[in-house]
């Protein structure tokens, strides 16, 4: 009896990776779980800098906000970089920013050094992801790209989820100088270990760089995070009372719009100027073509807004267990942690079921359960057992996890593998814009009921319960952006290392076989 078509796709040997790719891929998931944990690291460490150093909480909170700016700033510019550039320099560059930024940090003397430590390892930071998800694309094949991605989620939510939790068992113990000794001897390992076994992918694709689209990224994307980390600290600041105080929030507030509406204005400029560039085919420094992929912009909305769920809580817990539990931040830290763990367990498993069922399923369920967890966090109180804390942080993580997951993968396999680049830079960007709106977000409401910045415990429960309620109401908004998604068919990428051909048509896409 002659088999069928399907019995002999179904008995077929699932594709594997070569053990060098393997490798490869391996050393940049580690090398991006260490440099995005410490975008989260410092929360934790504020008052100790503020008591050590003799400066303003104001200006310890640059040293969170000097780090977010950079990010905002250098990843938009990632895509014409590793289309540029090849791999194996893009990664010695991005480890030795990261581990000068590191051994800087851990030799500072005051503040200023401090700052630009924090700022030289953002400039690392912001490289990592963007070549790691080009490099995933460029080497994995598509059956088995789900359980590649599902590892990567693993660093875009468990890593910053377990910042404050490393940063409260080290300064439990060692003083905020460890946050980096710690770091570097497993930075520097990364960086000697990259630099001989990463191999390149694709060919460098020589191109002139728009001079003109790289100050209006900056001012679009930097203002409009620092506008939002404005917003951010006011809300943080909040509570405090008095007349002085309500001016000082009134006149953060007024610049953190001023910022955000320079930040929209530039942002305008700049996609005006990728556009222009598009179509007198010239190379724009993020190409948008990307967004011609239906499949990619449904993916990249609700990313966004998961983004903002994610970092907003990671930012609220901790301040609602230290400021109205009264615990210790190694505590706050801690309860956070199983969520972290459970999240990067499960991220593996969910990437194989995507690549047996496609992300609808996955991401609709992600999505209710990130909404209920939500609604669970709008009845934390002053009296909450510690346990509900930790159970309902596990919901939100296992909600993250069939969310970032499924919809990364089929989204990144939607663009042409010439813009693969470009459509990681556009996630890292998405990303970032999207944490800093969600932490300004909840904490701004927070605040405007009473939120953590607030002496009393009791005024901020409120608070606290209304930012949750937000993210409550915001998160079920992206069902109905989940009901369009559809599982994408793409091409092999190349076997070799060899130029990706220039006029590779858009994938096909398929609706999902369950």
Do not use: C, K
């Not at 669970?376 to 009296?383: C, H, K, P, R, Y």
């Not at 605040?447 to 429960?461: D, F, H, K």
């Amino acid at each position: 009896m002659t088999s069928t078509p399907s019995a002999r796709a179904s008995s077929a040997p699932a594709p594997t990776m070569d053990a060098r790719h393997s490798l490869v891929i391996s050393l940049l998931l580690v090398s991006a779980f260490v440099v995005i944990l410490n975008e989260t690291l410092f929360g934790v460490a504020i008052p100790e800098l503020i008591d050590d150093l003799g400066v303003t909480a104001a200006m310890a909170q640059w040293l969170t906000t000097a780090f977010m700016l950079t990010l905002a700033v250098i990843i938009p510019i990632t895509g014409f970089l590793l289309q540029r550039f090849q791999t194996r320099p893009m990664f010695i560059v991005a480890m030795s920013l990261f581990s000068l930024g590191t051994l800087l940090g851990a030799l500072s003397p005051g503040f200023e050094m401090l700052l630009v430590a924090r700022i030289v390892q953002a400039s690392g930071t912001a490289i990592m992801m963007p070549l790691l998800f080009t490099t995933v694309f460029g080497l994995v094949p598509p059956q088995i790209r789900g359980r590649i991605v599902g590892r990567i989620s693993i660093v875009i939510a468990v890593a910053p989820a377990l910042g404050p939790s490393v940063s409260g068992l080290i300064l439990d113990s060692l003083g905020w100088r460890w946050l980096f000794i710690v770091m570097l001897p497993i930075a520097l390992a990364a960086l000697t270990l990259g630099a001989l076994r990463v191999v390149n992918v694709g060919e460098p694709q020589p191109g002139r760089l728009d001079v003109l689209s790289v100050p209006l990224s900056a001012i679009g994307f930097g203002g409009f995070v620092y506008g939002l980390s404005l917003l951010g600290e006011a809300g943080q600041s909040g509570g405090a009372g008095g007349e002085a105080g309500a001016s000082a929030i009134g006149e953060a507030t007024t610049t953190a719009i001023i910022a955000i509406a320079i930040g929209m204005l530039g942002l305008a400029v700049f996609v005006w100027r990728q556009l222009v560039l598009q179509r007198r085919g010239e190379r724009a420094l993020l190409d948008l073509r990307t967004f011609q992929a239906r499949q990619f912009t449904l993916s990249i909305i609700t990313v966004s807004v998961a983004s903002m769920a994610l970092f907003g809580a990671i930012i609220l817990i901790p301040l609602y267990v230290q400021q109205v539990l009264g615990l210790s931040p190694l505590v706050s830290g801690l309860l956070i942690l199983p969520g972290a763990l459970l999240q990067g367990l499960i991220a593996p498993l969910i990437g194989r079921r995507y690549d047996a069922v496609g992300p609808r399923g996955l991401a609709l369920s992600g999505a209710i359960l990130l909404a209920v967890a939500m609604w669970g966090m709008t009845f934390l109180s002053a009296t909450t057992p510690l346990w509900l804390i930790t159970a309902a942080h596990i919901g939100l993580s296992m909600g993250l996890a069939l969310l970032f997951t499924p919809l990364l993968t089929n989204g990144l396999s939607a663009i042409r593998p010439e813009l693969n680049s470009y459509g990681s830079a556009i996630v890292g960007t998405i990303q970032q814009v999207s944490g800093a709106a969600g932490i300004a977000l909840f904490i701004s409401v927070a605040a405007a009921a009473g939120g953590p910045g607030s002496v009393a415990s009791e005024v901020s429960v409120p608070g606290i319960q209304l930012a949750f309620m937000a993210g409550a109401i915001t998160a079920p908004l992206v069902l109905p952006v989940l009901l369009l998604v559809r599982r994408v068919t793409p091409a092999e990428p190349p076997a070799t290392t060899g130029q990706i051909a220039a006029q590779t048509p858009l994938h096909t896409e398929a609706e999902p076989t369950s």
